[in-house]
């Protein structure tokens, strides 16, 4: 399939090259506000001079408020679209994707390809009856001058879609009711940079911690019951069991391997669009 990229940032570079290893999809066009010199690739800065007949499908990498936008164009010109994760900045402009285009649209979740989610996942060994799941993110976004990554939106919308997308493949969300929400706000920019969530199902619960402010970079999720724990250390790409060490990828490149993985299972990919709805739902709520 011939496909453009939209937006030649940090993630639209890792698409780049994974795209080149999956002989599937060839890349024929790079849409940049800066130039991109990228051998037998076209760059145009307007994304709405690419040729139309000219691709199948389009890949948005920009900044999250351009999603909608962007993702319009090409879905009413008839395209497929998949957008980096979150869909949009807020819920309206994602149902309206969603109830128009739902069958050529969707969203990359790049946490989901995770190799040590992928382990997970394969060798079934998440707790089905776990009595809680707590996850917590630090990421450096955030100093003294304020939030560095303005364009992402906030702790939340950046890093929450990455848990949910991740808890949705191993728990139906739909059960999970939330009953508490914590936040600290930046004042300049009234987005937020220290968030919890808790849910409830039922004798089980989800905690998610995400702390912007603490100038470190940890992501973990501990998964237990009254037998057993798995903790999953998402930054080294580590899983314990028990305390044991059960799974430890060897890549050097995190954030690669996780769109290598995706692209890999691109030929296969159903476009299941409900759980981007399911997803979408709980990050707006």
Same mark, same amino acid.
């Given at each position: 399939m011939r496909t453009a990229i939209i937006g030649f &940032? @940090?993630?639209?570079?890792?698409? +780049?090259?994974?795209?080149?290893?999956?002989?599937s999809l060839e890349i024929k066009y790079i849409s940049n506000l800066e130039v991109v010199d990228v051998i037998n690739i076209k760059y145009i800065k307007d994304y709405t001079k690419i040729p139309l007949d000219d691709i199948d499908i389009v890949f948005v990498t920009?900044?999250?408020n351009t999603h909608y936008e962007i993702a319009n164009y090409f879905l009413s010109n008839g395209k497929k679209v998949f957008v980096e994760k979150p869909a949009?900045?807020?819920?309206?402009?994602? #149902? *309206? +994707? $969603?109830? #128009?285009? &739902?069958d050529r649209f969707n969203v990359v979740y790049h946490w989901m390809y995770g190799d040590e989610v992928l382990f997970l996942k394969n060798n079934d060994l998440f707790l089905k009856n776990f009595d809680e799941i707590v996850?917590? @993110?630090?990421?450096?976004?955030?100093?003294? #001058?304020?939030?560095?990554? *303005?364009?992402?939106? &906030?702790?939340?919308?950046?890093?929450?879609?990455?848990?949910?997308?991740?808890?949705?493949?191993?728990?139906?969300l739909d059960k999970y009711k939330l009953y508490r929400?914590?936040?600290?706000?930046?004042?300049?920019?009234?987005?937020? $940079?220290?968030?919890?969530?808790?849910? +409830?199902c039922n004798d089980s619960k989800i905690v998610v911690n995400i702390n912007w402010d603490n100038n470190s970079n940890m992501k973990n999720t501990i998964i237990k019951n009254d037998y057993e724990m798995i903790e999953i250390d998402h930054t080294n790409q580590v899983i314990?069991?028990? &305390?044991? @060490?059960?799974?430890?990828? *060897?890549?050097?490149?995190? +954030?690669?391997?996780? $769109?290598?993985?995706?692209? *890999?299972s691109f030929k296969s990919y159903k476009n299941d669009i409900k759980i981007t709805k399911l997803i979408h739902d709980k990050l707006f709520e």
């Amino acid at each position: 399939m011939r496909t453009a990229i939209i937006g030649f &940032g @940090i993630i639209g570079k890792k698409y +780049l090259e994974a795209i080149n290893k999956e002989t599937s999809l060839e890349i024929k066009y790079i849409s940049n506000l800066e130039v991109v010199d990228v051998i037998n690739i076209k760059y145009i800065k307007d994304y709405t001079k690419i040729p139309l007949d000219d691709i199948d499908i389009v890949f948005v990498t920009t900044p999250p408020n351009t999603h909608y936008e962007i993702a319009n164009y090409f879905l009413s010109n008839g395209k497929k679209v998949f957008v980096e994760k979150p869909a949009t900045i807020d819920k309206k402009d994602f #149902e *309206k +994707l $969603y109830q #128009e285009f &739902g069958d050529r649209f969707n969203v990359v979740y790049h946490w989901m390809y995770g190799d040590e989610v992928l382990f997970l996942k394969n060798n079934d060994l998440f707790l089905k009856n776990f009595d809680e799941i707590v996850v917590h @993110i630090n990421d450096p976004y955030y100093t003294d #001058e304020g939030i560095l990554k *303005k364009h992402f939106g &906030g702790a939340w919308l950046d890093s929450g879609v990455n848990v949910l997308s991740m808890l949705s493949i191993f728990v139906n969300l739909d059960k999970y009711k939330l009953y508490r929400k914590y936040r600290e706000v930046d004042d300049d920019t009234n987005q937020d $940079y220290v968030v919890t969530r808790e849910y +409830l199902c039922n004798d089980s619960k989800i905690v998610v911690n995400i702390n912007w402010d603490n100038n470190s970079n940890m992501k973990n999720t501990i998964i237990k019951n009254d037998y057993e724990m798995i903790e999953i250390d998402h930054t080294n790409q580590v899983i314990k069991l028990n &305390g044991k @060490i059960v799974f430890e990828s *060897k890549v050097e490149d995190r +954030l690669l391997s996780h $769109y290598e993985n995706f692209f *890999k299972s691109f030929k296969s990919y159903k476009n299941d669009i409900k759980i981007t709805k399911l997803i979408h739902d709980k990050l707006f709520e």
